[in-house]
């Protein structure tokens, strides 16, 4: 008992390891496989054929058929190695196939028809990672209109929430002035009121605004956060009042001291909140979900989730879409990610 | 700006600032709580309030008509508390699971281990994901043929069709929400592990504590404050479900993972007639609930700042 309980609290080990390091090993690779397994799947199975799909029990790596060239033949026949009957050992392409039987041919001998029985011949597979997946999407769906869509509010919201949080939190931070208590507890009061509980009174506000199925109707209401505001004041508090005397003595104007000093001082945790705020944009659902009823103003979440609700789910054209979905928010998660978690153990999250 | 400057003096100044975020907090999020509150008192499916006619608390007595609160059945609005069961049965389940998980993981984590920003980052990655993406890999995975059950079938005991079934389908949706959520709360939890002093641990081994005792006695203790803000913050998350649990089984089969933002949605917005009143009246419980939560997280993390 005491050494299971050893495995719950040691801390730093020392020398060799003890089977509670290897307990712990052990959870951490499994936690690999649980947290990373899943993606990898959906990928490997975005890369199959829609035959490929289709199999049952499904294989790790996507296959495609080989080909062979038989003379008088203008497309590649299917390749298949006999195994079984005369022909054994043979690869031979087939012309024909019904009813359990297949008609194949020797490539050496291409007038020569045979007819086999199908478990007499096995097909002859390599890895291949097929992109039709891919490519339908651009021909038969306006993925490229949701991408647009998708980039225009995550880029647009992230931009003005930066400007008007910036301000927010730079009023809060470096001015003294009647009310200031007041405004930072409305700051905290709109903590209390996400989203999903205002949902119908917003819906009408927007839609008053004209902004019914208008990307603008997205982006604007989420604007302003709190936790931006308060994340961004944190950080502009320890700015030294002097830099801004200095500026003020030289006769800059506020928003200069504003544009020119302090937006560059704080870049740090400007990038932080940009980072959250990607994130959130580029995932939200609910609320576009209620205000972009129409089909070409669907972000990707919405094309998503429209998609696979359709009677025959389209799993080859989906694989794919969801590929390109998360592939943004993973690119940011390698090269930033150092940043989300100092950036959301901050703030709390949303 | 300048003039505008000259106009107001320079701490006055700081009202100009104020003023975009001012307007967007008011017409987004104060104006609607306000308006909430008229819409749950009038009825039809107008969005007009002007259009709408007043039915006192009607809507209130439309949701809580029950002749046994524990048996939806006897309900009138039996979708409500179907929604609102579900939605109990889901919080307890997934903030238990997510909160042990969680723990277990940054107390792993906060180890001599190898390697641990990469594991760290590991159990963090699914928190990135889309909640649509999060569902849809993992109805792939579940589908009837889907590779789940081709290892199931290859071990002889058989594919499932999960998600037909109402306790598999709510048991994969606490899943799937812990599994996407869990390496938010590690984080915040191993960060409050790694702010409890080394020499506490150093005074304990001194003393010959065992292993046990030294968990009990200091880690618990040390980590209660951050273990409760976790428990708050997974609560209020956690009665807000929806995003990811919606896409993953459509709140089906029947309304076996119907939360109640769910609910709210469907009466408001995907049903016709849209009885936005009950929406809002649905909405205005609900928010009680959060303001509750969010009041108890605020009081939890001022303390940890004067202490």
Sequence with gaps: ?350 | MLALQRKLGVNRLAWAFLLPNLILFGLFAFLPVILNVFYAMTGGDNVLLADRPDVGARNFVTLLDCENYLDVNSCREDKFWRAVWNTVRFVILQVGFMVGFALLTAIILNRDIRARGFFRSVFFFPVLLSPVVVALIWKWILQREGVLNAFLDWTGAGGINWLVDAQWAFGWSVFISVWAHMGFYTLILLAGLQAIPRDVYEAALMDRANAWRTFRRITLPLLAPTMLVVLILALIKGVQTFDEVYAFTGGGPGTATTFIIQYIYEEGFAGAPRLFGLAAAASLLVAGVLVVLTLIQLRISRNNVDG
Aim: glycine share 6%.
């Design chain 1, 1 to 350: 008992m005491a050494r299971v309980l050893s495995f719950l609290t040691a801390t730093r080990g020392k020398g060799r390891l003890h089977w509670t390091d290897w307990v712990s090993y052990a959870y951490l690779i499994f936690g690999i496989f649980l947290m990373f397994g899943p993606v990898v799947w959906l990928v490997l199975s975005s890369f199959k054929s829609a035959n490929e799909l289709d199999r049952f029990p499904p294989r790790f790596l996507p296959y495609a058929q080989e080909t062979v060239e038989v003379d008088g033949f203008d497309d590649p026949l299917l390749a298949f190695t006999v195994v079984d009957g005369e022909l054994e050992g043979e690869i031979v392409g087939q012309t024909r196939r019904a009813a359990g039987r297949a008609e194949v041919i020797v490539p050496s001998n291409p007038d020569e028809r045979f007819r086999l029985t199908v478990d007499q011949i096995e097909p002859i597979e390599r890895v291949a990672f097929a992109t039709e997946n891919y490519s339908q999407l651009f021909e038969r769906f306006n993925f490229l209109k949701f991408f647009w869509n998708s980039t225009f509010i995550t880029v647009t919201a992230t931009l003005l929430m930066l400007l008007v949080n910036s301000m927010a939190a730079f009023a809060l931070s470096k001015y003294e002035f009647r009310g200031r208590t007041s405004v930072l507890l409305i700051v905290i009061g709109t903590l209390m009121i996400p989203q999903t509980v205002v949902l119908v009174p917003l819906f009408l506000i927007v839609t008053e605004l004209g902004m019914f199925n208008s990307l603008w109707g997205v982006i604007i209401p989420g604007a302003a956060t709190p936790t931006g505001v308060f994340l961004l004041r944190q950080y502009m508090i320890t700015i030294p009042d002097e830099i801004l005397d200095a500026a003020r003595m030289d006769k800059a104007s506020e928003w200069k001291i504003f544009w020119r000093i302090i937006i560059p001082l704080s870049a740090p945790a400007i990038a932080v909140l940009a980072i959250l705020a990607i994130m959130w944009r580029w995932n939200d659902f609910l609320w576009p979900l209620i205000v972009l009823t129409r089909t070409e103003n669907f972000t990707l979440q919405l094309a998503l989730n429209s998609f696979q609700g359709e009677l025959q789910t389209d799993w080859p054209s989906l694989l794919a879409m969801t590929v390109l979905t998360l592939l943004p928010i993973a690119a940011v998660f390698m090269f930033l990610q150092k940043y989300i978690a100092t950036g959301i153990a901050s703030t709390g999250g949303k």
